[in-house]
């Protein structure tokens, strides 16, 4: 009986806040409602997983200094967490609720079908200069070239399509942020190791005489960010033997074909001297990192556990305000072809950093007010509104003429030196063709820091599997891009049946669907020669 009258007392007191909650709740609804319905301005949303110090802070304000100039638009900035945003955004989408600007995910082939589908293609505006940089030096230069990079990155430009879907707000560099007291008491000197060797040196001493300590505080995405950046500038010579074009870049559909036509395989020498490199930088790093996430690497670095921290500038505001410690920053330098088995393969100097920029913003093709987003992105990366943008941001800016803050600009990558991977279809060792190599890649990465593990087991798993992974990302690939053919062959014949200006856009996108069908055809050929053989 006891028992029953104190479930019933928990019951009473559960619905007693549950009405004043709900009432409450209502109350609050219902002062939103009737703010809105007082409010006759264009309401403008964007969507964006940026979370790090100051960054909700930066978008804000841009929405505030936009509204200054364009009373009659309200902006909100809308911060969702990184982890569900690709659940919430694909929910949103799909139910024609999603914000009129949205950051998103366009890195595999499989994607390229959501960007017809869901965003807008932003050529036609991008050839246009900037209307926000009158008065500027870049006053009449086409809104897309005054980008560092040109927009010519993977993220905004779909190499499929031909097309450019999105603007970038930010340029950044990776780096291995490093505690500077820890290296000060461990080598006596503050400044960071000169070569790959006595990068790993470093490592050994910090195992031996400092076991309370970590060389570099692992998490997976950022370690196998490290290790897919210098497997590929380790070997750069070796792909370019795959620059079959002759333009001193390659990129990844020539690599992996020649895979398929047996021009290299996992017994490649390069290719094991980039394992063993992947390997070495594995050791670095905090034991079980694969298991481990972004914000236990950063915890354990600025709590002084770990001498260092691979990451991105964009961290680099979060990591100063948190650490009691100077922070320095530098690249781990390529292996030289000396520092056996991890040189001899490498084009020297490698550049620290590729001229490409970040964080890029897509117009959902079902926004009521395409126009003014195309305002708004106009004012975020004006030379006035990207320079705001990045200072109280601490980025690093997009648009050329806009300067680096002074936090900033000692990290700022060198340029000098060689690149030879194309920025719009950049391949990736690891990551490669897409989302079957990299599962067979990444899945068994454990095997190389296993006690029973190393080198060779891993290339073992790799040999039995590359080929097939290979050919079914490539056949995912030729499927998408026929079905995106087809979708363009129709755009193009309505455009030249309209104005003048959709014929002239017409004629100029014809050579383009011309060129991306050679290399359709040509990647068909490729697929089908070995079951042919």
Same mark, same amino acid.
């Given at each position: 009986?006891?028992?029953?009258?104190?479930?019933?007392?928990?019951?009473?007191?559960?619905?007693?806040?549950?009405?004043?909650?709900?009432?409450?709740?209502?109350?609050?609804?219902?002062?939103?409602?009737?703010?809105?319905?007082?409010?006759?301005?264009?309401?403008?949303?964007?969507?964006?997983?940026?979370?790090?110090?100051?960054?909700?802070?930066?978008?804000?304000?841009?929405?505030?200094?936009?509204?200054?100039?364009?009373?009659?638009?309200?902006?909100?900035?809308?911060?969702?967490?990184?982890?569900?945003?690709?659940?919430?955004?694909?929910?949103?989408?799909?139910?024609?609720?999603?914000?009129?600007?949205?950051?998103?995910?366009?890195?595999?082939?499989?994607?390229?079908?959501?960007?017809?589908?869901?965003?807008?293609?932003?050529?036609?505006?991008?050839?246009?200069?900037?209307?926000?940089?009158?008065?500027?030096?870049?006053?009449?230069?086409?809104?897309?070239?005054?980008?560092?990079?040109?927009?010519?990155?993977?993220?905004?430009?779909?190499?499929?399509?031909?097309?450019?879907?999105?603007?970038?707000?930010?340029?950044?560099?990776?780096?291995?942020?490093?505690?500077?007291?820890?290296?000060?008491?461990?080598?006596?000197?503050?400044?960071?190791?000169?070569?790959?060797?006595?990068?790993?040196?470093?490592?050994?001493?910090?195992?031996?005489?400092?076991?309370?300590?970590?060389?570099?505080?692992?998490?997976?995405?950022?370690?196998?960010?490290?290790?897919?950046?210098?497997?590929?500038?380790?070997?750069?010579?070796?792909?370019?033997?795959?620059?079959?074009?002759?333009?001193?870049?390659?990129?990844?559909?020539d690599l992996y074909t020649d895979l398929l036509d047996g021009r290299w395989d996992v017994d490649t020498p390069a290719?094991?001297?980039?394992?063993?490199?992947?390997?070495?930088?594995?050791?670095?790093?905090?034991?079980?990192?694969?298991?481990?996430?972004?914000?236990?690497?950063?915890?354990?670095?600025?709590?002084?556990?770990?001498?260092?921290?691979?990451?991105?500038?964009?961290?680099?505001?979060?990591?100063?305000?948190?650490?009691?410690?100077?922070?320095?920053?530098?690249?781990?330098?390529?292996?030289?072809?000396?520092?056996?088995?991890?040189?001899?393969?490498?084009?020297?100097?490698?550049?620290?950093?590729?001229?490409?920029?970040?964080?890029?913003?897509?117009?959902? *093709?079902? /926004?009521? %007010?395409? +126009? #003014?987003?195309? $305002?708004?992105?106009?004012? !975020?990366?004006?030379?006035?509104? =990207?320079? @705001?943008?990045?200072?109280?941001?601490?980025?690093?800016?997009?648009?050329?003429?806009?300067?680096?803050?002074?936090?900033?600009?000692?990290?700022?990558?060198?340029?000098?030196?060689?690149?030879?991977?194309?920025?719009?279809?950049?391949?990736?060792?690891?990551?490669?063709?897409?989302?079957?190599?990299?599962?067979?890649?990444?899945?068994?990465?454990?095997?190389?820091?296993?006690?029973?593990?190393?080198?060779?087991?891993?290339?073992?798993?790799? *040999?039995? /599997?590359? %080929?097939? +992974? #290979?050919?079914? $990302?490539?056949?995912?690939? !030729?499927?998408?891009?026929?079905? =995106?053919? @087809?979708?363009?062959?129709?755009?193009?014949?309505?455009?030249?049946?309209?104005?003048?200006?959709?014929?002239?856009?017409?004629?100029?996108?014809?050579?383009?669907?011309?060129?991306?069908?050679?290399?359709?055809?040509?990647?068909?050929?490729?697929?089908?020669?070995?079951?042919?053989?």
């Amino acid at each position: 009986m006891n028992i029953r009258l104190a479930h019933a007392r928990w019951l009473v007191i559960g619905l007693l806040v549950l009405l004043v909650y709900g009432g409450a709740s209502w109350v609050q609804l219902d002062r939103i409602l009737a703010e809105t319905r007082d409010d006759d301005r264009i309401v403008l949303r964007f969507a964006h997983w940026q979370l790090e110090a100051g960054m909700r802070e930066a978008f804000e304000n841009a929405a505030q200094r936009y509204m200054a100039l364009h009373p009659g638009v309200r902006v909100e900035p809308m911060a969702i967490p990184g982890n569900v945003y690709t659940q919430w955004l694909n929910t949103q989408l799909i139910g024609e609720t999603a914000p009129d600007i949205v950051m998103f995910d366009s890195r595999f082939s499989a994607e390229v079908q959501q960007m017809t589908r869901f965003f807008e293609p932003l050529s036609r505006w991008l050839v246009q200069p900037n209307p926000y940089n009158r008065g500027t030096p870049l006053e009449n230069v086409p809104w897309r070239l005054t980008f560092l990079d040109g927009l010519r990155n993977r993220a905004t430009y779909n190499e499929q399509l031909r097309d450019y879907f999105a603007v970038s707000l930010c340029s950044h560099a990776m780096l291995m942020f490093y505690n500077r007291d820890l290296m000060t008491r461990i080598t006596g000197s503050p400044e960071p190791p000169a070569t790959f060797t006595d990068w790993l040196a470093l490592g050994e001493k910090i195992r031996a005489d400092h076991p309370d300590l970590v060389h570099v505080a692992g998490a997976k995405d950022y370690s196998v960010w490290l290790m897919a950046l210098l497997a590929n500038q380790s070997v750069t010579r070796w792909l370019l033997q795959a620059d079959h074009g002759l333009r001193y870049a390659v990129n990844g559909t020539d690599l992996y074909t020649d895979l398929l036509d047996g021009r290299w395989d996992v017994d490649t020498p390069a290719l094991q001297t980039a394992l063993h490199v992947i390997h070495a930088v594995g050791r670095q790093m905090t034991p079980g990192f694969l298991q481990l996430d972004k914000s236990t690497a950063l915890e354990s670095f600025v709590r002084g556990e770990a001498v260092s921290l691979f990451s991105g500038t964009w961290d680099y505001p979060s990591l100063e305000a948190l650490a009691d410690f100077e922070v320095g920053g530098f690249m781990v330098p390529v292996p030289t072809a000396t520092e056996s088995p991890y040189g001899g393969h490498a084009l020297l100097p490698a550049v620290s950093g590729t001229l490409s920029t970040a964080m890029p913003f897509f117009v959902n *093709r079902q /926004s009521a %007010h395409q +126009a #003014v987003a195309i $305002d708004f992105l106009h004012y !975020l990366t004006s030379m006035e509104g =990207n320079a @705001r943008f990045a200072r109280e941001g601490r980025l690093m800016p997009a648009i050329l003429g806009v300067e680096t803050g002074p936090a900033l600009r000692r990290f700022k990558p060198q340029y000098e030196g060689h690149v030879v991977t194309t920025t719009n279809d950049g391949l990736s060792l690891m990551y490669g063709t897409g989302p079957e190599y990299t599962r067979l890649w990444l899945s068994h990465l454990h095997q190389l820091f296993a006690p029973n593990g190393g080198v060779e087991p891993y290339r073992r798993t790799l *040999r039995d /599997s590359l %080929h097939a +992974a #290979v050919v079914a $990302d490539l056949g995912i690939q !030729l499927k998408n891009r026929f079905v =995106n053919l @087809r979708q363009r062959d129709v755009v193009l014949a309505a455009l030249s049946h309209l104005n003048e200006n959709d014929r002239q856009e017409a004629r100029h996108q014809y050579s383009a669907q011309h060129l991306m069908e050679f290399h359709t055809y040509r990647l068909q050929l490729r697929l089908n020669e070995p079951a042919q053989r």
